[in-house]
């Protein structure tokens, strides 16, 4: 089956700094979507990316649809303590429109 | 708006019960997709409804688990004679056209003693 493979797994960050994860799926995808889950809730969506090479901000966040189109990264700006979660990546086909295939996700700790 | 609407948010059921799961999809919403997640990994895909059909169900075990979206009323993912290994969340998607964006719910927590 599918598969994806995130990292890094977890991030142990100061408050202030930079983050950045990445995707790399052994096939193509028309779609790369990032989502934060945090704890006892449903995943949340943060970034949808549509074409390959395409760059998408959303306030401090940005991600990337790579030109294979096998593979995305998220950079999180300025770390906040609020950004503590757990971020997953997410691809989808072309003929499975519906179903997405989902990483195991970053675990991300933000110390103030 | 209402979001996607779960229900119940945590359920406990012995071996060999049974359990029922609802979803409510967003208003406007006629696609609804059901996800499992264990401890510590990715949420993984189980099945694609639109309202009465069954459109992709290629990661649902082939017994004991069903799922449907009837025409009036929310999406159920049953699944009969539970087992410890089927402890998990189970998460619930909408979305108003099949290439658009997924809303997830809160999910439901389902632990088998």
């Known amino acids: 089956g599918q598969q994806l493979n995130q990292s890094p797994q977890s991030m142990f960050i100061q408050e202030g700094e930079d983050v950045s994860m990445n995707c790399t799926s052994s096939s193509i995808f028309n779609t790369w979507l990032w989502y934060k889950q945090d704890p006892g809730e449903g995943p949340v969506l943060l970034i949808a990316l549509y074409k390959a090479g395409e760059l998408t901000s959303n306030g401090r966040l940005t991600a990337q649809f790579g030109i294979t189109r096998k593979d995305s990264f998220l950079n999180i700006s300025a770390s906040i303590p609020s950004d503590v979660g757990i971020y997953f990546c997410a691809g989808r086909h072309g003929t499975n429109a519906g179903k997405s295939t989902f990483g195991d996700g970053t675990t991300l700790t933000v110390k103030p | ?113």
Request: hydrophobic letters at 30%; aromatic letters at 10%; glycine letters at 8%.
């Open chain 2, 1 to 113: 708006n209402a979001g996607v609407m779960q229900n119940p948010r945590h359920l406990v059921r012995r071996r060999g019960q049974e359990a029922r799961l609802r979803c409510s999809p967003m208003k406007g919403h006629s696609h609804v997709y059901w996800y499992r997640q264990l401890p510590e990994e990715g949420l993984k895909f189980m099945v694609y409804l639109q309202k009465e059909n069954i459109i992709d169900e290629s990661g649902m075990p082939k017994e004991r688990f069903s799922a449907e979206f009837p025409k009036e009323g929310p999406s159920i993912l049953r699944i009969q004679q539970v087992v410890r290994g089927d402890s998990a969340a189970y998460f619930c998607a909408s979305s108003p056209l099949e290439i658009y964006e997924q809303y997830f719910g809160p999910g439901t927590r389902l632990t088998v003693t």
